[in-house]
Every structure is written in C-alpha cells, then in structure tokens.
C-alpha cells in the first residue's frame, strides 16, 4: 500500500477545500493516486467546497460566551452566503463553541483560532466540514476576547447584532439594558474623547459644505461646530439619550450615575458590517435566460 504522506493530504486539501481527514481517508482508499482521490471526493461533496470558497459570505450570526463569574469572555461573527444558513443549526452550534474557544485559549488572530481544537475536531476541519455539508461558504471573520474590569453582560438580536458591555457596578438588569440599547442605538464610542479622528474630521467636513451653502459666512464656524458637538453626542454611548426613559431626556451617562454604575467598555458586533454585499437583478437574471 502507498505511503500517504503529509504532503500529499496537504496538496489534496488545498485543491479540494476538504477536511484534512476527508483527505486523507481518500487518499488511503485511493492508493495515493492523487487524480483519483478528488475524483473521490467532489463525488461524495458535489464540488460544493470549491465552488463555495470564492463566494461572497455576508450574511452569518455572532456568538457570545461568558464565564460563570462574568470576567472572562469572547464574541465573534461567523459568516455564511445567506440567512437560511445562518439559521441552520450546525452553523449556529459552531459559532457558539468559537466564541467559547476564543474565550478559554485566548487565540491572537482567526489564523490562530483555525488551528485550534473545537471538540474533539481542528477548527479549520470543522469549518471545511460545514461547507460540506450545507453548500455555502463559510468563514470566521473576527472576534474579540475580554477580561472584564467589573462583570460581563451580553445581549445578541435576532442572532445579527452582539453587545458585550464590561460593567462596574450596578445589577444585570441595568447592564442588560444598556446593552440593549447600544444594539438599538449603535453608538461607536463609549464618550465623545473615544470619537475616532477621522469619523470627526469626516463630520467636520459634511459640515463646513452645508455652511458655506448656507450663505452666511459669518456664522459659517459656529455652525460647523455645532454639527460636529450633535454628531458627537449622538455617536458616544455616555451622551446618548436612554432609549427607554419615558421621557426622553435622561443620558446613559445619568442613568448610569444614578445607580452607582459605570461602564468601563463595551464592544458591539453587526453582522457583515463592512462587507460589500453582491446586489442580484433577478429580472434581468429572467430575461437573459429568457433571451429577451
């Protein structure tokens, strides 16, 4: 019997996108004949690792675990090409036990992580393994670990958006609702020093357009400025108006003073934030197969 050396299940992976053990059993049912081991393989997967690997993954889910004690945890966002897998319950299953993994060993990017163990399985395997199974591209986009301050709190909506708030102080009722509403008002900041520089400058810049359109010059730096302080508070979690005082006025800021509490970070996760989505034409897709 050939020998089946590592680098020829290295080889078979990099061409079939397949889970290194895949690869290997095929390769021992193959004889080591390299053409007749894919052959194996794209009959028992249909091509769908391949085909999938260049495909556009926006959709997904994020996944949050946190320790007993509310001071260690992670939160990451997986992705897949549509929602109805991002509601299938092996993809749901693998980000929550990522999230864990992230948690526990504490990994220094995804490259780390894929070389990980989840289970019994390395997660790059288990990652291959799923795209086997349902067809569609999957891939781990990012994560975040945390060592908390005060004590961990985390709310995920609809499986699309994730917070995870450190907060000091205060009960979890009070974290959950600050958590909820950074989910609902998206704050980019915790105050308005944290404000990336350039989202101000950006700001700055929308601004001074509007003032010089305005046709008065002379009011045209108090206006800028006035801009740039609303974008401010709208944007830093402290100065954003809590979404669910009756009354509209109180800031999370004074909600937080009131009881003693203080929110040391959080972190908020959007699913395929940032991920240039492919915009299908199915209409015109209908008329060229229709050959109108």
Not at 16 to 21: G, H, L, N
Not at 100 to 109: F, G, I, L, R, W
Not at 163 to 171: L, Q, S
Not at 184 to 195: G, I, Q, T
């Amino acid at each position: 019997m050939a020998e089946i050396t590592a680098g020829m299940v290295k080889e078979l992976r990099e061409r079939t996108d397949a889970p290194m053990m895949d690869c290997k059993k095929v390769l021992t049912e193959a004889g080591g004949d390299m053409a007749k081991a894919e052959e194996l393989l794209r009959a028992r997967l249909g091509s769908k690792l391949s085909k999938a690997a260049g495909r556009v993954a926006a959709e997904g889910t994020v996944g949050i675990h946190v320790s007993a004690d509310g001071k260690q945890g992670a939160i990451v966002e997986v992705n897949c090409e549509t929602d109805f897998v991002a509601k299938n319950d092996d993809f749901l299953a693998l980000t929550r036990n990522l999230a864990e993994v992230v948690a526990n060993q504490n990994p220094a990017d995804v490259a780390a992580l894929s070389a990980m163990k989840v289970g019994n399985e390395v997660v790059e395997d288990a990652r291959a393994q799923l795209i086997g199974k349902i067809g569609e591209n999957v891939t781990i986009r990012r994560f975040v670990r945390f060592s908390a301050q005060g004590k961990l709190v985390s709310y995920i909506h609809g499986g699309k958006i994730g917070v995870v708030v450190d907060m000091v102080g205060g009960d979890e009722s009070l974290a959950k609702d600050v958590a909820m509403h950074i989910a609902a008002s998206k704050p980019v900041a915790l105050s308005k020093n944290d404000v990336p520089a350039e989202l101000i400058e950006k700001e700055r810049s929308i601004a001074a357009q509007k003032a010089a359109e305005s046709g008065k010059p002379e009011f045209a730096e108090r206006m800028i400025e006035g801009s740039v302080q609303k974008f401010l508070k709208e944007v830093a979690l402290l100065d954003q108006v809590f979404v669910k005082d009756p009354n509209g006025k109180q800031t999370i800021e004074q909600l937080l003073k009131s009881a003693g509490a203080s929110v040391a970070s959080f972190t908020m996760f959007v699913v395929g934030e940032g991920i240039e989505k492919k915009v299908t034409d199915f209409a015109a897709e209908v008329a060229a197969a229709a050959k109108i």
